[in-house]
């Protein structure tokens, strides 16, 4: 297995785990997952000189994201990391410098062995072993990008502000996505 230049796979699975507090299966899976994808993109340094240049989708809310957040340096926050989750273990690294993406997705059970052994060695499994990749297209939005706002409007239900083109638009009406579709994770109990 190619060593990347931040550090051999044993060093990230530390880091990773330093970071998540604990070292389980999402963090050593999701640091061979990381490795993968960040080589197939081209970025050897992705907390330092290549950090402008990434960006991350992830698909679990799992330690795995905890991996890929601690050893890219991508985060919601500095909206370098989006979160889909939809339960799969999977992320999409994106140079954004070449737009250049792979998405990296866990073949099978990877907790036990083929025959319900022992977990496998991620440190020495060949990779078409653990893991589909392909080369993705991903079309980014100027308000997916890192960096300020680029627009607010008020939901005309709620009133609450509604950022970067997330609004819903129902005739002339704007609203935010919980107001469109009268449902959400929350429900106001006054």
């Known amino acids: 297995m190619q060593t990347p230049s931040f550090g051999t796979y044993e060093e990230l699975v530390e880091q ?42 992830v698909e679990i809310d799992r330690c795995t994201t905890d991996a890929i957040m601690a050893l890219t340096g991508c ?4 909206r370098t990391m989006k979160i889909r989750d939809y ?9 954004l410098e070449t737009n250049t993406a792979f998405r990296v997705v866990v073949k099978g059970n990877r907790k036990q062995g083929e025959n319900g052994g ?24 100027p308000e997916d990008m890192p960096g300020k706002p680029l627009s607010r409007v008020p939901c005309a239900r709620c009133g ?31």
């Open 16 to 57: 990773a785990g330093q970071f998540h507090g604990d070292i389980c299966h999402g963090i050593k899976i999701g640091t061979r997952m990381t490795m993968a994808g960040l080589r197939r993109i081209g970025i050897t340094d992705p907390k330092g000189a290549d950090r402008k240049k990434l960006m991350v989708f």
């Open 75 to 78: 985060r919601p926050g500095k």
């Open 87 to 95: 339960g799969k273990m999977a992320a999409t690294f994106i140079n």
């Open 118 to 141: 022992e977990e496998p060695d991620f440190a020495t499994l060949p990779e078409e072993e653990l893991f589909t990749i392909n080369e993705v297209a991903v079309p980014l939005r």
């Open 160 to 190: 609450e502000t509604v950022m970067d083109g997330r609004e819903v638009r129902d005739g002339e009406r704007v609203l935010c996505v919980p107001c469109s579709a009268a449902v959400d994770y929350y429900r106001i109990t006054d």
